[in-house]
């Protein structure tokens, strides 16, 4: 699980936005330590943004702004958005997230003050 | 017409300079316009359904990720439910802002009163329902119920209807009299995540995500009580990941049977509508979102979530199978069929349109430009109960 898996955020978007500017992306070439942070912050906001709202203030989901996320490490919140939280509506995306993906995102959550 | 004339003659006779003709072009018929949310931009889209055209964008209404609108009995008002609490009555006619309210921290859809003096929001923060007057957006009432409340619908006898993600529980409240009477059913089953009320008004069902099955309600009953639907359908199944919530709105009643979309399994399942018994189910593309009825149910229209939701499927309600597939475009989020059903409207998120498509030989026939749409709302709404 620890191995890079590779860019694999890029594909999946790219099928969901066949025809569009995302196929200019850069391709699996990319360096697997270094996501693209283009795709990732849409999918912050458009898919995570489903349940926990577009803004990330919450909605069925909690509120994933910094200030709510302070008690996480970067390393928990990666595990949480990889493996999702049972017994919750909290999926695991691994299926659709690389590690180095799923860290991007965690230390975007825990930085950022996403508008 | 009489009524045209009076207002005409009334006009005349106030001001005895102004033309009647005057008068007449300020008629605005509504019965075929509808509104596109645009989410992003926190505007919404003036649409023509007969000319396929965006007629004006009213913006100011805040965030509108996941926003819905109900219309009033005259087709006139649209009240906006934002996500950041927001309360928007928009006038289709002037094509502004009638008045516009915060009344909550974080919310999730409302309703209008049969009689269309109430409407009523759904929040998640702080958790219940308010309501207001339909004309001046005064709260009438406030009923807090510690959960997130979620599946808020209106009910004949001037009632709204409403569920408790948290604790399991649909209550009823009653506006009809002075004070809003409330009644508690509790054991609704572990978090319902939506639930909607078939046109009738009888049949209020509530899905669950926390477990396999739906539960249902009689609204004739004078002490409904949980009914049992599908209890573990997925049993033996795996659970897949559910990477967006599926709605219930749209309710889809074809012939004798409502199609539902499953929750964690890629499928939709046929309930009969007599019995409340599974009579099949239908293997999809990927988790249903909207499972969405063509008003003669002849056809159910299926939407998808992330990472699938570029996909629409068609099911024949006769076969029970999928008749059409199609790739509309990146981030398909609602569909809205004309109120005969001979066409439907697409919002597709990411490119940016709202496509049109005949619904018999499925042909793509118009698209209009929209910001990020999302739901798409025709003004035939205002005279549908639970819409």
């Known amino acids: 699980m620890g191995e890079p898996r590779g860019h694999k955020v890029a594909p999946i978007l790219g099928l969901a936005c066949l025809g569009l500017g995302l196929l200019l992306l850069p391709d699996t070439a990319r360096a697997a330590d270094a996501p693209d942070p283009a795709p990732l912050k849409r999918l912050v906001h458009q898919d995570c943004g489903s349940c926990h709202g577009l803004t990330l203030k919450g909605g069925l989901g909690p509120d994933l702004r910094a200030p709510a ?18 017994e919750t509506a909290m999926p695991p995306w691994r299926p659709l997230l690389t590690e180095q993906e799923a860290a991007w995102i965690a230390d975007y959550l825990l930085k950022e003050a996403p508008k | 017409m009489t009524r045209v004339f009076a207002a005409a003659l009334a006009l005349l006779l106030a001001a005895p300079a102004a033309p009647m003709a005057e008068t007449a ?21 003036l649409v023509d359904q007969s000319d396929h055209a965006a007629l004006a964008r009213i913006g100011g209404l805040g965030d509108l990720s996941h926003a819905s609108l109900v219309y009033s009995p005259d087709e006139r008002f649209a009240y906006v439910f934002g996500r950041d609490g927001g309360l928007t009555k928009v006038d289709i006619v002037t094509r502004q802002i009638a008045a516009r309210v915060m009344q909550a921290g974080n919310s999730i859809g409302g309703a209008i009163s049969d009689d269309g003096k109430l409407v009523a929001v759904s929040n998640y923060e702080p958790g219940g329902v308010h309501i207001f007057d339909a004309d001046t957006l005064e709260m009438v009432a406030d009923i807090p119920t510690g959960s997130k409340t979620i599946g808020l619908v209106d009910a004949p006898g001037r009632r709204f209807v409403f569920t408790l993600w948290d604790a399991g529980e649909t209550w009823i409240a009653d506006l009809s009299g002075e004070a809003p009477q409330i009644t508690k059913i509790p054991g609704i089953g572990k978090n319902p995540y939506d639930a909607l009320i078939t046109a009738n008004g009888r049949t ?8 396999d099955g739906l539960t249902a309600l009689d609204l004739w009953d004078d002490t409904p009580t949980p009914i049992r639907v599908l209890p573990g359908y997925g049993r033996g199944e795996r659970q897949l990941p559910v990477y967006k919530m599926p709605h219930l709105e749209g309710w889809a009643l074809t012939g004798r049977d409502f199609v539902l979309p499953a929750v964690g399994h890629h499928q939709v399942l046929w309930i009969d509508a007599a019995t409340l018994t599974e009579s099949g189910r239908t293997d999809t593309h990927g988790q249903p979102v909207f499972a969405m009825a063509r008003p003669d149910g002849r056809q159910v229209w299926v939407n998808f979530a992330h990472p699938l939701n570029d996909t629409v499927q068609v099911i024949d309600t006769v076969t029970k199978q999928v008749i059409h597939q199609f790739k509309p475009g990146p981030a398909v989020l609602h569909m809205e069929f004309t109120p005969r059903g001979h066409q439907v409207w697409i919002s ?28 798409i709302f025709f003004t035939a709404r205002a005279h549908r109960t639970g819409l």
């Open chain 1, 69 to 86: 996320l302070a008690h996480y490490d970067p390393e928990t919140l990666r595990t949480v958005i990889l493996d999702g939280i049972p």
């Open chain 2, 25 to 45: 072009a300020q008629t605005v018929a509504t019965g075929d316009l509808g509104l596109v949310i645009e989410r992003a931009t926190g505007s919404v889209l």
């Open chain 2, 204 to 211: 209020y069902i509530a899905g669950l995500f926390g477990e």
């Open chain 2, 348 to 375: 597709v998120r990411d490119a940016g349109k709202v496509m049109i498509y005949d619904t018999r030989s499925f042909e793509k026939i118009g698209e209009i430009d929209a910001d990020s749409p999302s739901g």
